[in-house]
């Protein structure tokens, strides 16, 4: 399995965490946005608008998405606690 980074500077919210997960997988795995949003049944341009972190998405069509990327929403789970608890202990230091 490779390993999925996300951009350099954590995202600032919930939304904009799970599309830039769900971006860095569906690059990973060189799919195109036309592609993963017919495989799913959405708009591409809702699923852009996913990925920039400007429209939530339902728990059941975040794993239709994550299915058709390859993502495994676990590790997205993870990833988030961890950069939560990071930026929770920074604003502590502070």
């Given at each position: 399995?490779?390993?999925?980074?996300?951009?350099?500077?954590?995202?600032?919210?919930?939304?904009?965490?799970?599309?830039?997960?769900?971006?860095?997988?569906?690059?990973?795995?060189?799919?195109?946005?036309?592609?993963?949003?017919?495989?799913?049944g959405?708009?591409?341009?809702?699923?852009?608008?996913?990925?920039?972190?400007?429209?939530d998405?339902?728990?059941?069509?975040?794993?239709?998405?994550?299915?058709?990327?390859?993502?495994?929403?676990?590790?997205?789970?993870?990833?988030?606690?961890?950069?939560?608890?990071?930026?929770?202990?920074?604003?502590?230091?502070q």
């Amino acid at each position: 399995m490779a390993t999925i980074t996300l951009q350099s500077s954590p995202p600032a919210t919930v939304t904009s965490f799970v599309g830039d997960y769900l971006r860095a997988c569906r690059d990973e795995r060189r799919l195109t946005l036309t592609s993963v949003a017919a495989a799913v049944g959405i708009s591409k341009v809702y699923l852009c608008l996913i990925e920039q972190g400007k429209r939530d998405v339902s728990p059941g069509r975040l794993r239709e998405i994550g299915a058709a990327v390859g993502a495994d929403l676990e590790v997205l789970k993870r990833k988030y606690r961890l950069e939560a608890a990071r930026r929770a202990s920074e604003r502590w230091d502070q």
